[in-house]
Structures are given as C-alpha cells and as structure tokens.
C-alpha cells in the first residue's frame, strides 16, 4: 500500500464529512463535537466509531498508523459511498488546476514501443484482478462463502467495577483467523448494528456502559458471530439518570431520589438539573438491575405503582414504558394518556401487540395520578392490568429466560412506589 496516497484519500474522505456537516473548521471542534458525530455516523452506517478513533482521523490524537479498513469503510459510507475501495474509484485527488506543469517538453516514444507498452499494460490489466482475488482468497483462510470457525477466535471481558454505572469494561479479543480483506466489530449488546469497529491485528478494547443492564457482547466478523459472552452490569439498587444527549448522562444522587416506598424526580430536582425542558424534556429513566436468582419470565407476577404529571411542550401524551429485563429478551409494557392509546406497542419475549390490529385501550390511563401496572404470565400467557381493569393479554414466543430486573422510562418527570415480583411464593420488593 502506498501511504501517502491513502493518507492522501482519507484527508479528501474528511473533507466530504466536514462539508456534510458544515459545522465550520474543524480545527474548532470539541469533544462534544466528535461524541456528536459518533452518534450521527452510528445512526447513518450502523457502525459506531469511537470518539478516539474519530480524533485520530482529525489530527486532535497523536497516532502514525493507517486507520483499519473498516473505519475507512465507514467513513467512506458517511460521505456517501459504498466502501472504501469505491470511494477511492470514483473521487479524484487532484482537479486539472492541482497538476504542477514543470515543463513544456514532450517525449515521443516510437510507435513499435507505443505498441508493446499498450500490449504490456493491457495484460497488466488483465492479471491485475486474478492477483487481487488470489490474495483476498489466501489472506482470508476461508473459502467463499464458508463460515469461519468460532474455535479459532477468542473473546472475553472484564468489568472495572462489579456494580454501577459508568461502568468501563475491557474487551480481550483474537480475530487473527479473519482475513486481512475481512471487517472484525465488538458488538457491547444484543443490538448487532451498534457494533463498533475494531483492528483485526489488535486484542484490546476498551467501553463505557452508561447504563445497568444484561448485555450479549459479540465478537463478529463481516455480518458472522463468531464468539459471544453474556455480561451483566448491576445498578447497586435505584438509579435514576436524564438521557440529555450523546455521551455522559446526567446521574442523579440517591439520597435525592428516594422517597419513602419508592424512587422519584419532581419538577424541582429536575430544573436543579438545569437541562432544559421545553419544548422537549428530557428521557428519564429509572434502572434496578440485580441478580434475581430463579425468577424467570414464564411464570411471576409483578405489581408496580407509577406516575409522572410532566405533559408540557410536547409530553402531551404523557408516555410512560414499563421494562421488565430478561436475559437476553424483554417485556415491554406501555402506558399513556387515554388519548393517545392510538400509537402503542405491546411486546413480550418475541411476541407483540400493536394498536393498529389490536385493542389496547386499556393502557390508556391518567398518568399524573398514582396508577398500578400488574403483570402475570403463568406457563408463558401473560396478562396485563391497569388499575385493576384487564387492559391486554398474549403468549410469549421465545423460551422461558431468567428476569434480572427493570427500566422505568418517562419524559421529565417521575415517580416509582409498591414495586415487587412474587413467583412460587418468594417476593422480591424493590
């Protein structure tokens, strides 16, 4: 490769991005400028490039290596092209104007040499293309096609602290066995399009989880998962945090949120936060997530009490979802002002319920009173009530998983009392 070509292309490549964005020179650009544009290129691409990376690229880090093809491949389809390699075919470095004429002399070769040269070159061509995939074939170790074999890869983590959040964890991975041509990311969750983009040729890296939760990290390779490992970051009781934007979020204290038999965040902690809340407040999201030992997703009750009086700009519909954490899988309970039960989805472990094909009124509710969510599944058939009344009803598709605990989410504002499970007798109390 020759590297100041490919320096070359990729300042070209960061040009296009920064005329995208027109967010002016970016030699004025902040660390919340590239968190920023992590989240837009992970939105746009699927693919989150990490802030380091993202300033490596712009010259804010010292680093003299090239960036691994699939952050070129990704940057590439940020600027609007497929891959790399077309980006490369199809952008010119330089325009007429940038050719230096150093002089007016023209070397006439004779015609037999003409000749031969263009015979040579045609079978340059020709040869060019059988080299390439000779290589990409040798260089991968696979067949075309055929799946590589998750024996040959490693993948393991480690957790900095053993509860709370932000929590780093350090991922140890060895994809040596991909081809030099192949793209290798860590996915940190069960969502396999936020993967990240790491070095084949490294074995670290390195992630903030900013919020409790079960996680499947993954170590793939092209769209392959080649080795995968469950990981779980307990919330050390109540956690309540204000998703405000890209990067940190905003953690309140827990002596300012407990309240009594329960957790909230009122009008006045939320302005004390001083993020803004009109017209748009801000997700607020309520975590506990622990070890719950033999308590599975086929067979419990759970029984809540919730409210949030937030319905300024546009919280009018007062939304409110109830997560109930498996591994690996999820129930998802929505609630709303009874005007707005026209836009719900009801999910639970591969099933779902949606509001155009079926009837959840029943969801419908006055969110700024206190109002009980309970929740029962017997043998995979759950049923959902609200304030008593049967609101919906359905089966689970997915095998039964182990719950490890909840996510309340509201916008602005609110409020958690009178939270357990009970399953064969046993209650957990939150």
């Given at each position: 490769m020759n590297n100041s070509f490919e320096i070359k292309y990729i300042l070209k490549c960061l040009e296009l991005v920064e005329v995208r964005l027109n967010w002016g020179p970016s030699s004025e650009w902040t660390t919340y400028d590239f968190e920023k544009l992590s989240g837009i290129i992970a939105e746009t691409t699927g693919v989150t490039l990490s802030i380091t990376t993202l300033k490596r690229l712009w010259g804010k880090l010292k680093y003299n290596n090239i960036p691994a093809v699939t952050t070129l491949n990704t940057l590439a389809q940020f600027a609007g092209y497929n891959s790399w390699r077309e980006f490369k075919q199809q952008v010119p470095l330089h325009s007429v104007a940038d050719i230096p004429l150093e002089s007016e002399q023209v070397t006439v070769l004779p015609p037999v040499r003409k000749v031969l040269s263009r015979r040579w070159m045609l079978g340059v061509m020709g040869i060019l293309p059988l080299l390439l995939i000779g290589y990409l074939l040798l260089s991968s170790?696979?067949?075309?096609?055929?799946?590589?074999?998750?024996?040959?890869?490693?993948?393991?983590?480690?957790?900095?602290?053993?509860?709370?959040?932000?929590?780093s964890v350090i991922f140890h991975y060895n994809a040596l066995a991909a081809g030099a041509a192949d793209s290798v990311f860590i996915s940190q969750s069960w969502d396999t399009?936020?993967?990240?983009?790491?070095?084949?040729?490294?074995?670290?890296?390195?992630?903030?989880?900013?919020?409790?939760?079960?996680?499947?990290?993954?170590?793939?390779?092209?769209?392959?998962?080649?080795?995968?490992?469950?990981?779980?970051?307990?919330?050390?009781?109540?956690?309540?945090?204000?998703?405000?934007?890209?990067?940190?979020?905003?953690?309140?204290?827990?002596?300012?949120?407990?309240?009594?038999?329960?957790?909230?965040?009122?009008?006045?902690?939320?302005?004390?936060?001083?993020?803004?809340?009109?017209?748009?407040?801000?997700?607020?999201?309520?975590?506990?997530?622990?070890?719950?030992?033999?308590?599975?997703?086929?067979?419990?009750?759970?029984?809540?009490?919730?409210?949030?009086?937030?319905?300024?700009?546009?919280?009018?519909?007062?939304?409110?979802?109830?997560?109930?954490?498996?591994?690996?899988?999820?129930?998802?309970?929505?609630?709303?002002?009874?005007?707005?039960?026209?836009?719900?989805?009801?999910?639970?472990?591969?099933?779902?319920?949606?509001?155009?094909?079926a009837d959840l009124s029943g969801l419908g509710c006055t969110p700024e009173e206190w109002t009980t969510l309970k929740v029962s599944a017997v043998d995979g058939k759950m049923q959902v009530w609200v304030n008593g009344k049967a609101a919906a009803s359905l089966t689970m598709a997915h095998a039964p998983t182990g719950i490890v605990g909840l996510q309340y989410r509201f916008n602005g504002t609110g409020a958690i009392k009178d939270t357990r499970f009970t399953q064969h007798g046993k209650t957990i109390v939150f």
């Open positions: 170790n696979k067949k075309p096609g055929k799946p590589l074999n998750p024996a040959a890869f490693e993948f393991s983590s480690n957790k900095i602290m053993s509860t709370g959040v932000p929590n399009s936020r993967k990240v983009a790491v070095p084949r040729e490294e074995n670290t890296r390195s992630s903030i989880y900013y919020a409790p939760g079960y996680y499947r990290a993954k170590l793939m390779v092209n769209k392959q998962i080649v080795k995968e490992h469950d990981l779980m970051i307990a919330s050390n009781g109540w956690l309540a945090l204000l998703e405000a934007g890209p990067g940190t979020p905003y953690y309140f204290k827990k002596t300012d949120i407990e309240k009594d038999s329960g957790v909230a965040v009122n009008k006045a902690l939320l302005a004390a936060s001083g993020i803004q809340t009109l017209p748009t407040p801000p997700a607020l999201r309520f975590f506990n997530v622990r070890d719950m030992g033999d308590l599975d997703n086929y067979n419990f009750t759970f029984e809540t009490t919730l409210k949030s009086d937030f319905k300024e700009g546009t919280a009018a519909c007062q939304r409110i979802q109830v997560l109930i954490l498996c591994k690996n899988d999820l129930i998802f309970i929505p609630l709303c002002a009874k005007g707005c039960v026209g836009e719900l989805s009801l999910y639970a472990a591969g099933t779902t319920l949606n509001s155009q094909s």
